[in-house]
């Protein structure tokens, strides 16, 4: 059983570079997230699906863009990085409507610096 | 507006007990997670409250006092693998989790 698997672990990118970071979900949850995590602050959400086919904004979204074409899979894209999105990102999923508690789990994480 | 409190850092001897203390303020309240996070690792579910009380879970009991926007987290006979952050999260109205910036507990032999 591999849950969430994010790609890549790392990255190293340059400024204004676009770039997608991959994560794929084989417990067949409704709910992705993504989140960012930098050092002192709380994981903010970036972006969320309910479901296949809806996405929805978090609290910090600019720069950012995501898609939910199937149930598995929920690409986070960054049209042309800056330095502050220099961050670890995790993804995680969560079967929404399946009944108390809405628990959600979260993939490896991928740390991305952007120079 | 939405925030969660809780202790930057904390230390603990090895065999002790450590109470971590979390308080939340959420638009709308559906339930209190805390998660573990090792270093350079993703955080992973221990315990979810919904309703008031005391949740047992081994060596890991999780309370919750809706009333008082309070929660904490209670470790007994600690371990050194118990080092990590952990980290409170309230879930709102929309069932988005509203996350603190976590604890790291320094664990002493």
């Known amino acids: 059983i591999a849950g969430i698997t994010q790609a890549p672990t790392s990255q190293i990118l340059a400024a204004g570079r676009r770039m997608t970071l991959r994560c794929t979900q084989d417990m067949r949850h409704n709910a992705m997230y993504w989140y960012r995590q930098d050092l002192g602050l709380g994981l903010r959400l970036i972006h969320y699906?309910?479901?296949?086919?809806?996405?929805g904004k978090g609290e910090v979204p600019d720069g950012y863009s995501v898609s939910r074409a199937n149930t598995d899979d929920f690409p986070l894209t960054l049209a042309s990085a800056v330095p502050s999105q220099t961050s670890v990102y995790f993804c995680?999923?969560?079967?929404?409507?399946?009944?108390?508690?809405?628990?959600?789990?979260f993939g490896p994480g991928t740390r991305l610096t952007v120079l | 507006g939405q925030n969660i409190d809780q202790p930057t850092e904390m230390t603990a001897t090895e065999g002790a007990i450590v109470q971590i203390n979390c308080t939340y303020q959420t638009s709308g309240f559906n339930g209190l997670f805390w998660y573990q996070q090792h270093a350079g690792e993703a955080p992973t579910f221990l315990s979810y409250?919904?309703l008031d009380g005391l949740e047992e879970k081994g060596r890991f009991s999780s309370f919750l006092s809706r009333s008082k926007g309070y929660s904490y987290l209670l470790l007994k006979e600690l371990q050194m693998k118990d080092s990590a952050s952990y980290l409170c999260a309230s879930m709102d109205s929309n069932y988005q989790l509203i996350w603190g910036a976590g604890t790291k507990l320094i664990i002493k032999p």
């Open positions: 409250n919904v």
């Open positions: 995680a999923s969560s079967d929404r409507g399946g009944g108390n508690p809405d628990t959600q789990y």
């Open positions: 699906s309910n479901t296949a086919g809806t996405t």
